[in-house]
């Protein structure tokens, strides 16, 4: 998975209920990114971190939070506040002071 | 932020044609522009890079131009195969930032 994986592949989420996406990477790149793919749409950054115990909201945050306590991982919850949350869910890092993103595989999240 | 465009959003080409895409950028500082490949259920891969300092990019069959003072850079793929069919994005960071935003993607089918 070119150093970013992404777990599980595919989420089923009930009304009401929060969950936890996973991102890990070995990559020992200092940022990360959380980005959310709707059909026939580009990617938009719902949150990001630069350093370990920060981040930042991205252009659509809300009803999504996340935490950074270790540099290798930076995991994603999606709230009950968060009402569409039916989406191709897709993380990414990069080392300090470089462009181009490495992907991880996605998480295909369904509400049920 | 930036706000990136792309067009067009859809592009059928005859095998063998040239494809090209278009993306448009609003932050003059703006310094790096990548291409994405996207396969359906897949993660976006990196297939081509420029940066501001450059006017044209070439790797085999893909080439990226940029035109600063307009601010627009574009894709080109020649001589089309079957698999060159997919998602195309388009990307660029913010002046002060490494984050990118994305442009809307360019779904791109090769007839055979």
């Known amino acids: 998975d070119g150093g970013i994986t992404q777990s599980p592949k595919y989420l089923f989420r009930k009304e009401g209920q929060n969950v936890t996406l996973s991102c890990e990477q070995n990559?020992?790149?200092?940022?990360m990114y959380w980005y959310r793919q709707d059909p026939g749409q580009g990617l938009r950054l719902i949150y990001y971190?630069?350093?370990?115990?920060?981040?930042q909201k991205g252009d659509i945050a809300e009803g999504y939070s996340v935490s950074r306590e270790k540099k290798e991982s930076f995991p994603l919850t999606v709230t009950s506040a968060q009402k569409n949350p039916t989406a191709f869910y897709l993380c990414?890092?990069?080392?300090?002071?470089?462009?181009?993103?490495?992907f991880g595989s996605g998480t295909r999240l369904t509400v049920v | 932020g930036e706000n990136v465009e792309q067009h067009p959003s859809t592009l059928s080409v005859q095998e063998g044609d040239s494809a090209v895409i278009k993306c448009t950028y609003s932050?003059?500082?703006?310094?790096?522009f990548p291409w994405y490949k996207q396969e359906l259920g897949k993660r976006p891969q990196l297939i081509i890079d420029?940066?501001?300092?450059?006017g044209e990019k070439k790797d085999q069959r893909i080439a990226v131009t940029l035109n600063k003072t307009a601010k627009h850079f574009s894709l080109h793929i020649t001589e089309t195969q079957p698999e060159d069919s997919a998602v195309y994005f388009c990307?660029?960071?913010?002046?002060?930032?490494?984050?990118?935003?994305f442009g809307a993607g360019t779904t791109v089918t090769v007839r055979a």
């Open positions: 932050d003059s500082a703006s310094n790096y």
């Open positions: 971190s630069q350093i370990v115990n920060d981040f």
């Open positions: 990559l020992n790149h200092d940022a």
């Open positions: 990414a890092s990069i080392p300090t002071g470089l462009y181009g993103y490495t």
């Open positions: 420029i940066r501001s300092n450059v």
């Open positions: 990307a660029a960071p913010a002046s002060n930032d490494y984050k990118l935003s």
